[in-house]
């Protein structure tokens, strides 16, 4: 993984910065990839520890944009990265599958970041699966620094076997910090474009030929796993033996310390004749994974008697707690007495809520006001499917929302006017070809854009419509009423969504126009990437008459206050969170919320 005499530090580093830094040591020339949480600081970090910029790092307009990318820049001869969370790699599968079959001639590495558990997802898939039904060899790090070696074995191997190679993660292996052993970056090497057309022109008759070197090359892949530096056999009491992978290895260990396991870090295509070896050796044999049994089953269509989901949950993260558990459960481990209980304070249940001064709040109050029918999509402004909003009817994936609109409007099953609701991000991302067929097929339908101008749920990345590049460089900013109305769009407004009756007026106009209708709400994210703070207001407490209005907003900022006066409660605004954006100013029915200046507001509530 390099060259003998290198000279080497150890540094901390979470999984997504040192798999930035194995690619960075493998010579990686370009890195492609969408935002999407656990995956998105990689790409991040590859910017940070490239400042002479040896290497092309982009933030795509999407995943299957990414991928496409990294495929022509591996054809072209220089190794390269993309990056996604799970789900992102449903949007890439399209050129992942073919790619199994033209090959990649210099290094093509695909991180796909799981997240089980479900932190910040709409699914919990298993995408092991995936590498299985793609043909592709499957990489599994159980740390930090098994992230950056097998970056670099990932890149060696995708060579080795002209393959694409899917690197998977999860999301405490994304985020959680171990010491790494690191060397020197490599310089790309910039191979150059060399002509093959029967490799990389999938018509039938030179895909056909392509299908049978895929099969021959699984078959090469599967000869290599059984000797591979990735599996380990650590050998202890014989008595019980622990198959398993990834994360769940470093439960396994802190659970049974004694317990002969073998790791494997290569999972796809799986080593069958170092797996029946090691089952002779010991006992009993359990799988712990997380997710789906993919080992637990393949191992027993191999003849083996194995036992794995009978002891250990199919949905959300394993935790050396639950494993414990699952191999106490087994008679692995003996069963102890319960520590005591240790008593915790009740707590309050905190749901999550939008930021305070976010500017996708009163488009939802609008919506809701008009009694509209609403499919969302993925960003933060889900949260207006919650109290005190809801506002929002559904959410599947990334730019559903204009097509599930069309079709809600089309099953003339909605008496109430039908709008979708996207981000600016998303809009770009998949929402395009959506209201594209809108206007085609002549469906009357509003489209909300929420623009922000950033990819505010992962952090504040770049997308076309902020005018710069993942560096920070300029760039062309897509203008999103220009480009909905060259699409077709009868209208598209852009309205400030802090003038409470401007945005009222556009969406009630919008959803009264026959044809594809747009609003454009116009204002950045209170967040990302830079906050925005004006001046904070407060509550005048004898003009406050506790009617709820500004409740309705689900501002955190605006609180109960613990006392009465006059015999009543009262709001008060905390003006430490506060942005100063001066919405709920507008709704308040006796002008009791106003800038918090001098001692016009007394002790500021």
């Given at each position: 993984?390099?060259?003998?005499?290198?000279?080497?530090?150890s540094?901390l580093?979470?999984?997504n910065?040192?798999i930035a830094?194995?690619?960075r040591?493998a010579g990686?020339?370009?890195?492609t990839?969408?935002p999407?949480?656990?995956s998105?600081e990689?790409?991040?970090?590859?910017?940070?520890?490239?400042p002479d910029r040896?290497v092309y790092?982009?933030?795509?307009?999407?995943e299957?944009?990414?991928i496409?990318v990294?495929?022509?820049?591996?054809i072209g001869?220089?190794?390269?990265?993309?990056t996604?969370?799970?789900?992102?790699l449903n949007v890439?599968?399209?050129?992942f599958?073919t790619a199994?079959?033209t090959?990649?001639r210099?290094?093509?590495?695909v991180?796909?970041?799981d997240?089980?558990?479900?932190?910040s997802?709409q699914?919990?898939q298993?995408?092991?699966?995936v590498?299985?039904?793609a043909?592709?060899?499957?990489?599994?790090?159980s740390?930090?620094a098994e992230?950056?070696?097998?970056?670099?074995?990932?890149?060696e191997?995708?060579?080795r076997?002209?393959?694409?190679?899917?690197l998977?993660?999860?999301?405490r292996i994304?985020h959680a910090?171990?010491?790494?052993?690191v060397?020197p970056?490599?310089?790309p090497d910039?191979?150059?474009f060399?002509?093959?057309?029967?490799k990389?022109?999938m018509l039938?008759?030179?895909a056909?030929?392509?299908r049978?070197?895929?099969l021959d090359?699984?078959a090469a892949?599967?000869?290599?796993?059984?000797?591979s530096p990735?599996q380990?056999?650590?050998?202890?009491?014989?008595s019980v033996g622990?198959?398993?992978?990834?994360?769940a290895y470093?439960?396994?260990r802190e659970?049974?310390?004694?317990?002969?396991?073998?790791?494997?870090?290569?999972?796809?295509?799986?080593?069958?004749?170092?797996?029946r070896?090691f089952?002779?050796r010991?006992e009993?044999?359990?799988?712990?994974?997380?997710l789906?049994?993919?080992?637990e089953?393949q191992?027993?269509?191999?003849g083996i008697?194995?036992?794995?989901?009978?002891f250990?949950a199919?949905?959300g993260e394993l935790g050396?707690?639950?494993?414990?558990?699952?191999?106490?459960?087994?008679?692995?481990?003996a069963e102890t007495?319960?520590?005591?209980?240790?008593?915790?304070?009740p707590?309050?249940?905190r749901?999550?809520?939008?930021c305070p001064?976010c500017?996708h709040?009163?488009?939802?109050l609008?919506?809701r006001?008009l009694?509209?029918?609403v499919?969302g999509?993925?960003?933060?402004?889900t949260?207006a499917?919650?109290?005190?909003l809801e506002?929002?009817d559904?959410?599947v994936?990334?730019?559903?929302s204009?097509g599930m609109a069309?079709?809600?409007?089309?099953?003339?099953?909605a008496?109430?006017?039908?709008v979708a609701?996207?981000g600016?991000?998303?809009?770009m991302?998949?929402g395009?070809?959506?209201?594209?067929?809108?206007?085609t097929?002549g469906?009357?339908?509003t489209?909300?854009?929420?623009?922000?101008g950033t990819t505010?749920?992962?952090?504040g990345?770049?997308?076309p419509?902020?005018?710069?590049t993942?560096r920070?460089?300029?760039?062309t900013?897509?203008?999103?009423?220009?480009?909905c109305?060259?699409?077709?769009a009868?209208?598209a407004?852009?309205?400030?969504p802090y003038?409470?009756a401007?945005?009222?007026?556009a969406?009630?106009?919008?959803?009264a126009?026959s044809?594809?209708?747009v609003?454009?709400?116009?204002?950045?994210c209170v967040?990302?990437p830079?906050?925005?703070r004006?001046?904070p207001f407060?509550?005048?407490?004898e003009?406050?008459?506790?009617?709820?209005?500004?409740?309705?907003?689900?501002?955190?900022?605006?609180v109960?206050d613990?006392?009465?006066?006059e015999g009543r409660?009262?709001?008060?605004?905390d003006?430490?969170?506060c942005t100063?954006?001066?919405?709920?100013?507008q709704?308040?029915?006796?002008?009791?919320?106003v800038?918090?200046?001098?001692?016009?507001?007394?002790?500021?509530?």
């Amino acid at each position: 993984m390099s060259s003998t005499g290198e000279s080497s530090s150890s540094v901390l580093l979470s999984g997504n910065e040192a798999i930035a830094q194995g690619a960075r040591e493998a010579g990686v020339g370009v890195a492609t990839g969408y935002p999407g949480t656990p995956s998105t600081e990689i790409l991040e970090a590859l910017v940070r520890s490239d400042p002479d910029r040896d290497v092309y790092v982009e933030w795509s307009s999407n995943e299957k944009v990414a991928i496409d990318v990294a495929l022509g820049a591996a054809i072209g001869g220089t190794r390269a990265l993309v990056t996604m969370k799970h789900v992102g790699l449903n949007v890439a599968s399209d050129t992942f599958m073919t790619a199994a079959y033209t090959g990649v001639r210099a290094g093509l590495v695909v991180v796909s970041a799981d997240d089980p558990g479900m932190h910040s997802s709409q699914n919990e898939q298993d995408n092991r699966f995936v590498a299985r039904f793609a043909g592709v060899p499957l990489l599994e790090p159980s740390d930090s620094a098994e992230a950056r070696d097998l970056t670099v074995a990932a890149f060696e191997i995708a060579e080795r076997f002209d393959t694409p190679v899917l690197l998977r993660t999860t999301t405490r292996i994304a985020h959680a910090r171990a010491l790494v052993s690191v060397r020197p970056a490599r310089r790309p090497d910039r191979g150059g474009f060399r002509r093959d057309r029967p490799k990389y022109v999938m018509l039938p008759g030179f895909a056909r030929q392509r299908r049978i070197v895929l099969l021959d090359r699984l078959a090469a892949l599967a000869e290599y796993a059984e000797t591979s530096p990735l599996q380990r056999v650590e050998l202890g009491d014989l008595s019980v033996g622990v198959i398993t992978s990834s994360i769940a290895y470093q439960y396994v260990r802190e659970a049974l310390p004694e317990a002969s396991v073998l790791k494997l870090g290569l999972t796809h295509p799986l080593p069958a004749r170092l797996i029946r070896d090691f089952c002779s050796r010991v006992e009993r044999v359990l799988v712990v994974e997380e997710l789906d049994p993919y080992l637990e089953d393949q191992i027993r269509a191999l003849g083996i008697a194995v036992e794995g989901k009978r002891f250990f949950a199919r949905a959300g993260e394993l935790g050396p707690d639950s494993v414990r558990a699952g191999l106490r459960l087994a008679g692995a481990v003996a069963e102890t007495a319960a520590p005591a209980a240790q008593q915790s304070p009740p707590t309050t249940p905190r749901p999550p809520l939008l930021c305070p001064g976010c500017p996708h709040v009163v488009p939802f109050l609008a919506l809701r006001q008009l009694g509209a029918v609403v499919t969302g999509d993925i960003g933060c402004y889900t949260l207006a499917a919650s109290a005190p909003l809801e506002a929002m009817d559904s959410c599947v994936a990334m730019g559903s929302s204009i097509g599930m609109a069309i079709g809600v409007r089309r099953s003339g099953g909605a008496s109430a006017p039908v709008v979708a609701a996207i981000g600016d991000s998303t809009f770009m991302h998949a929402g395009i070809p959506a209201l594209v067929d809108a206007v085609t097929n002549g469906t009357d339908l509003t489209v909300l854009i929420l623009d922000n101008g950033t990819t505010a749920m992962t952090g504040g990345q770049a997308q076309p419509g902020t005018g710069s590049t993942i560096r920070g460089d300029p760039s062309t900013r897509i203008d999103l009423a220009a480009l909905c109305l060259a699409l077709g769009a009868r209208s598209a407004e852009v309205v400030d969504p802090y003038d409470v009756a401007a945005t009222h007026r556009a969406l009630e106009k919008a959803v009264a126009s026959s044809g594809v209708s747009v609003v454009i709400t116009d204002r950045p994210c209170v967040e990302a990437p830079v906050k925005v703070r004006d001046t904070p207001f407060a509550v005048v407490a004898e003009r406050c008459i506790a009617c709820q209005l500004c409740m309705n907003l689900g501002c955190p900022s605006i609180v109960w206050d613990g006392g009465l006066y006059e015999g009543r409660r009262r709001v008060r605004i905390d003006a430490s969170t506060c942005t100063g954006c001066a919405v709920c100013a507008q709704l308040c029915p006796t002008e009791a919320m106003v800038p918090l200046t001098g001692t016009a507001a007394g002790d500021g509530r």
